[in-house]
Each structure stands twice: as structure tokens, then as C-alpha cells.
């Protein structure tokens, strides 16, 4: 059977950066960047809801700091932390997809392959979630 050992030193500097960068987003949503990230929110999320796309902008901002906050203050549920900080980037990826076939510019994404470019950094954050918090076998 095997046993776990401590996180190594590349998947704890990678788990810190990750969540360095979901608190830095976080904040962007609700201060600096706000108004552009109403653009990425899809119409459908919004279309049979009591909130609006700045509603939703501010959610997912405090849910980004949230997440952040625990990848980088709760070592010991890592593993949990990276699962749901993996689920809340695949829950976006739609608004993703939706940028891109609804053409909608944002934050610097004016264009259709900008748009699918991101696409593809969407599973390597669900990757980079996953593997950062695994703790390695030996």
C-alpha cells in the first residue's frame, strides 16, 4: 500500500501562485476590472434569474478570493480546496464557450481566436488546480 508523502516544493509553489492569482482576480471583480467582466457573463445566466451580470460578476469574485484564499491557508484540506477550485473553473468554462460564439469583446478578447485561445487555458487551470493540491505517491 502506498503511502503519501509531504506536497512537494513545485506543487506548493504552484498551489500558492494559483491562488495568488484567484485572489488578484477576485479583487479585479469587484474593483478595477468589474464593469469589463459584465462581459463575459453569458445572457442565459442571467435571462430567468434575480441577477443581473454585475450580480454575478461580484459573486464570482468573492467565490475567486474564497477560493484562493483556502489553496493558500488551508494545507490540510488541499486536496478538497483543489477539487472545488477544478469545479468552479469548469462551472465558467460555458460563459467561455458563449464568449466566443456570441463574439462578445472583453477584457482584451476582441477577437474569435483570442476567444478560443482561452478555451484551451481553461482545462490547464483545471489541471493546474488538480495537480498543484495532489499530494504525490511514493
Do not use: C, Y
Request: proline share 7%.
Amino acid at each position: 500500500m502506498a503511502t503519501t508523502t509531504p506536497t512537494s516544493r513545485a506543487r506548493t509553489a504552484a498551489r500558492w501562485l494559483l491562488g495568488g492569482a484567484l485572489v488578484f482576480a477576485g479583487t479585479s471583480h469587484l474593483s478595477f476590472a468589474r464593469k469589463p467582466f459584465t462581459g463575459q457573463v453569458p445572457p442565459w445566466a442571467t435571462e430567468h434569474s434575480p441577477f443581473s451580470e454585475d450580480d454575478v460578476v461580484l459573486m464570482s469574485g468573492v467565490a475567486e478570493i474564497a477560493l484562493g484564499t483556502a489553496l493558500v491557508a488551508l494545507p490540510k484540506e488541499q486536496r478538497r480546496v483543489g477539487v472545488l477550485v477544478a469545479a468552479f473553473f469548469a462551472a465558467i468554462f460555458p460563459g467561455n464557450i458563449s464568449q466566443l460564439t456570441q463574439h462578445r469583446d472583453s477584457l482584451g478578447l476582441d477577437s474569435d481566436r483570442k476567444r478560443a485561445v482561452r478555451l484551451v487555458g481553461q482545462p490547464l487551470l483545471i489541471a493546474w488546480a488538480l495537480w498543484s493540491t495532489r499530494r504525490p505517491r511514493t
